[in-house]
């Protein structure tokens, strides 16, 4: 079955330190993959995606994702968390074939709060 | 600033009433999506327009009807809601030239069926 993974519901770092947030798939081939940020009240706004290519992903925002193919991860890092960073994130997958399109299967979210 | 523009941002609703959503975007991508979102949980897919034709209805009942009158505009037209039915209405879009994935969303319209 196709699922996402995303093992800690809730996070909470002090704002400068490092954050990694996890994110395991389960997928038939290797899929596209997502990160999306939503803020409260908003919609979910692209960090960044893997379609092939370096594993290690540049993202909007100062994020970056590194794509384990042997270990069906794709974990969200950035190096010192902004108190604006503080938001729910959903990571992702997609298929590779076009009139398979839209069926993102998407994680339960990760909450992140940022202490002062 | 999102380039996707969902109007109205918050709409109620009795269970008798007939409204629509509205999106709109004018970025030239040419696949559109609606998605509810309910709180605390990841959006879900409902339809999805490619070129103007629905391509995806994810079992959606009818009392949700899509409409895409161009490839700019995206139209959500509710009748006789539940009030189960109270969510985020996500509208998205993506690029002809991509997988058929949302990459662009817009900030939603909250409902509430009363």
């Known amino acids: 079955a196709q699922s996402v993974t995303q093992p800690d519901i809730h996070i909470t770092v002090s704002e400068g330190a490092s954050l990694e947030l996890r994110c395991n798939y389960s997928y038939g081939a290797t899929p596209y993959l997502f990160w999306y940020v939503q803020s409260p009240g908003q919609g979910l706004q692209l960090l960044l995606k893997?379609?092939?290519?370096?594993?290690l992903v540049q993202g909007i925002k100062g994020f970056e994702a590194e794509f384990k193919r042997s270990q069906s991860s794709f974990n969200l890092r950035k190096p010192s968390v902004h108190w604006s960073d503080a938001a729910e994130y959903f990571c992702?997958?997609?298929?590779?074939?076009?009139?398979?399109?839209?069926?993102?299967?998407f994680g339960q979210g990760t909450e992140l709060s940022v202490k002062p | 600033d999102t380039e996707v523009t969902q109007t109205p941002k918050h709409l109620v609703m009795g269970m008798t009433n007939k409204k629509s959503l509205k999106c709109e975007q004018h970025?030239?991508?040419?696949?559109m999506y609606w998605y509810k979102q309910k709180a605390k949980k990841p959006p879900e897919l409902m339809f999805v327009y490619s070129y103007e034709k629905l391509s995806i209805n994810e079992s959606v009942p009818s009392r949700f009807s899509p409409e895409c009158p161009n490839s700019s505009l995206l139209n959500l037209h509710l009748h006789a809601l539940q009030p189960e039915d109270s969510a985020l209405y996500l509208c998205?879009?993506?690029?002809?030239?991509?997988?058929?994935?949302?990459?662009?969303f817009g900030n939603g319209t909250r409902l509430t069926v009363t």
């Open positions: 998205a879009s993506s690029p002809k030239d991509t997988a058929l994935v949302p990459l662009h």
């Open positions: 970025m030239g991508h040419r696949a």
């Open positions: 893997y379609f092939s290519g370096d594993t």
């Open positions: 992702a997958v997609g298929p590779r074939i076009y009139n398979q399109g839209g069926k993102l299967i």
